[in-house]
């Protein structure tokens, strides 16, 4: 069994405010897990309004199919906020456990 994992640091575009923030994010992540079969939750930077991280997860018994969905969500992610203009992704990190 592998388990994948990907970390997206998005550096919001028009939050002035927690809840805003909070809107982008749960918006992010309801699509994502609708999408797709992953695991998806916030993960740091709780306090910061213009900024959040997102981890999502995938098992698969092989590495490069986990690998390929979390490829597939990192895209989906970032066409999402490019054409609601919502974020930009500043980091992309994909570990296989």
């Known amino acids: 069994?592998?388990?994948a994992v990907l970390s997206l640091e998005l550096r919001l575009h028009d939050a002035q405010s927690l809840k805003d923030r909070r809107?982008?994010?749960?918006s992010v992540l309801d699509r994502v897990r609708a999408r797709f079969n992953v695991s998806a939750a916030q993960l740091d930077t709780h306090d910061?309004?213009?900024s959040a991280t997102l981890g999502f997860a995938a098992i698969s018994n092989?590495?490069?199919a986990a690998q390929k969905v979390?490829?597939?969500?990192?895209?989906?992610v970032e066409?999402?906020?490019?054409a609601q203009s919502l974020?930009?992704?500043?980091?992309?990190e994909i570990e296989i456990l």
């Open 1 to 3: 069994m592998f388990v």
């Open 23 to 26: 809107v982008v994010v749960h």
């Open 62 to 64: 092989d590495p490069s």
């Open 87 to 92: 974020a930009d992704v500043v980091k992309c």
């Open 79 to 82: 066409s999402f906020c490019e």
């Open 48 to 50: 910061l309004w213009n």
């Open 70 to 76: 979390l490829h597939h969500v990192r895209d989906c």
